[in-house]
């Protein structure tokens, strides 16, 4: 009797991390709000958006013009839109707005990302018609980076390869992510002039940012008067020819977003090779959670800026690409017929790995997540919090937690 009693004991200790069938949303809210409410008082003496640590440890913010300035106000929505609680409205509010002069703002092509994701929220969950009008000229102000002879819009307006080759069209795989704010913008606006601009980015981007297996090339270079492309490499990637973990990230969530938007299955395709790139890498840990270049430290990838496994044993991780992945894959689980599965249960295991090994540390940081990766070539944001990993993280968690319900994923 005692044994059998003894057996039951053991087999069920056994069963039970593989009975872990859900993600503790709330418990990760609950997190999310207490770290937030921290990073909400260092900020009232700091003023600007909080962005990473620095080396020192100290908190590093930046300015509105800064790329990632909208995640902040966005995780302040994502708090709000999941717990219905004023103080979040209130405080998104107030984060949002400080970004109004953003919207004229046409020096490079991140408004996506700064507008979108804060005054994009902002109007979703108030409908309050004067976010509308702020978003209609982020569009206009994206919009003056289309250059027609090429059909995409200029990332940046000038770069070097590695080996000093000059781009005067440097179209980053990044840059997907913008669109969603011309799809949106033509949608509340009834001109369709947005919407053409974003397609012609994004039949572009399938055309030249993908090699044959699907992984992404981080840049892609144009000619701006003949329109043809001269040149592809990478500034953020391990290599060249390698694949720059957050590079696929993009390349997963813009294909399955362009979807979304158009119905075009040859996106999909795009979005699901893209994907099975990812997940099927033989480098990817089990964990999901991939270096920061799916090929760092492995032979035959010759950095031209100077990495060299050797003199770095460790290879990091990217949390903020599984972020993005997580929140992307949920999405494209809608969209497919997969009886296993796979993309839905893999954006459950990131969100798992994430919750249990990936959380920053209270006392040391007030960002949810750490070990991301921001730029390794330039030394910069090695192994750190980053706030747009927290972004898709909440971002994630509120698509999840809207399947579990039966409601539409986005
Ligand atoms: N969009 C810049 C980056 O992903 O680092």
């Given at each position: 009797?005692?044994?059998?009693?003894?057996?039951?004991i053991?087999?069920?200790l056994?069963?039970?991390?593989?009975?872990?069938?859900?993600?503790?949303?709330?418990?990760?809210?609950?997190f999310?709000?207490?770290?937030?409410?921290k990073?909400?008082?260092?900020?009232?003496?700091?003023?600007?958006?909080?962005?990473?640590?620095?080396?020192?440890?100290?908190?590093?913010?930046?300015?509105?013009?800064?790329?990632?300035?909208?995640?902040?106000?966005?995780?302040?929505?994502?708090?709000?839109?999941?717990?219905?609680?004023?103080?979040?409205?209130?405080?998104?509010?107030?984060?949002?707005?400080?970004?109004?002069?953003?919207?004229?703002?046409?020096?490079?092509?991140?408004?996506?990302?700064?507008?979108?994701?804060?005054?994009?929220?902002?109007?979703?969950?108030?409908?309050?018609?004067?976010?509308?009008v702020?978003?209609?000229?982020?569009?206009?102000?994206?919009?003056?980076?289309?250059?027609?002879?090429?059909?995409?819009?200029?990332?940046?307006?000038?770069?070097?390869?590695?080996?000093?080759?000059?781009?005067?069209c440097?179209?980053?795989?990044?840059?997907?992510?913008?669109?969603?704010?011309?799809?949106?913008?033509?949608?509340?606006?009834?001109?369709?002039?947005?919407?053409?601009?974003?397609?012609?980015?994004?039949?572009?981007?399938?055309?030249?940012?993908?090699?044959?297996?699907?992984?992404?090339?981080?840049?892609?270079?144009?000619?701006?008067?003949?329109?043809?492309?001269?040149?592809?490499?990478?500034?953020?990637?391990?290599?060249?020819?390698?694949?720059?973990a957050?590079?696929?990230?993009?390349?997963?969530?813009?294909?399955?977003?362009?979807?979304?938007?158009?119905?075009?299955?040859?996106?999909?395709?795009?979005?699901?090779?893209a994907?099975?790139?990812?997940?099927?890498?033989?480098?990817?840990?089990?964990?999901?959670?991939?270096?920061?270049?799916?090929?760092?430290?492995?032979?035959?990838?010759?950095?031209?800026?100077?990495?060299?496994?050797?003199?770095?044993?460790?290879?990091?991780?990217?949390?903020?690409?599984?972020?993005?992945?997580?929140?992307?894959?949920?999405?494209?689980?809608?969209?497919?017929?997969?009886?296993?599965?796979?993309?839905?249960?893999?954006?459950e295991?990131?969100?798992?790995?994430?919750q249990?090994?990936?959380?920053?540390?209270?006392?040391?940081?007030?960002?949810?997540?750490?070990?991301?990766?921001?730029?390794?070539?330039?030394?910069?944001?090695?192994?750190?919090?980053?706030?747009?990993?927290?972004?898709?993280?909440?971002?994630a968690?509120?698509?999840?937690?809207?399947?579990?319900?039966?409601?539409?994923?986005?």
């Amino acid at each position: 009797m005692y044994k059998q009693i003894l057996i039951l004991i053991i087999a069920t200790l056994f069963l039970l991390p593989s009975c872990k069938e859900t993600i503790s949303v709330e418990k990760d809210f609950d997190f999310a709000e207490k770290q937030t409410k921290k990073m909400l008082l260092d900020l009232d003496t700091i003023k600007n958006m909080p962005r990473s640590i620095n080396p020192d440890g100290k908190l590093e913010t930046v300015g509105i013009y800064d790329w990632t300035s909208g995640f902040f106000p966005g995780n302040l929505w994502y708090l709000y839109e999941y717990s219905h609680d004023d103080f979040w409205k209130k405080s998104a509010e107030k984060y949002t707005e400080k970004l109004v002069p953003v919207q004229h703002y046409t020096e490079q092509h991140d408004l996506g990302f700064m507008m979108y994701c804060s005054f994009g929220n902002a109007y979703r969950l108030t409908g309050d018609k004067k976010y509308k009008v702020i978003l209609a000229n982020s569009a206009k102000s994206l919009s003056t980076r289309f250059v027609p002879a090429a059909g995409v819009i200029k990332s940046w307006d000038f770069s070097r390869s590695w080996s000093g080759t000059p781009w005067h069209c440097p179209v980053i795989i990044d840059n997907m992510m913008n669109l969603e704010l011309l799809f949106f913008v033509s949608k509340i606006t009834n001109d369709d002039k947005y919407r053409k601009i974003a397609v012609s980015h994004a039949d572009n981007t399938l055309k030249n940012h993908l090699r044959d297996d699907y992984s992404a090339y981080h840049v892609v270079n144009y000619d701006t008067l003949s329109g043809k492309m001269t040149d592809r490499g990478t500034r953020q990637g391990l290599a060249d020819n390698s694949a720059w973990a957050r590079g696929q990230s993009w390349a997963i969530y813009g294909f399955t977003m362009i979807y979304r938007e158009t119905k075009d299955p040859k996106y999909l395709d795009a979005a699901k090779k893209a994907a099975d790139f990812y997940l099927n890498h033989p480098r990817l840990p089990k964990d999901l959670i991939p270096y920061w270049d799916f090929n760092a430290g492995e032979p035959g990838y010759k950095s031209p800026w100077g990495y060299n496994s050797d003199e770095f044993p460790e290879i990091k991780r990217d949390v903020s690409a599984a972020a993005v992945t997580a929140s992307a894959l949920l999405e494209l689980s809608t969209y497919v017929n997969e009886k296993d599965n796979r993309y839905y249960k893999s954006a459950e295991k990131i969100l798992d790995s994430l919750q249990d090994k990936y959380r920053a540390t209270p006392g040391k940081d007030n960002f949810i997540l750490e070990h991301s990766v921001g730029d390794y070539p330039r030394n910069s944001e090695i192994d750190v919090p980053l706030v747009y990993a927290d972004y898709y993280y909440l971002e994630a968690l509120i698509r999840y937690n809207r399947l579990k319900k039966g409601e539409p994923v986005v």
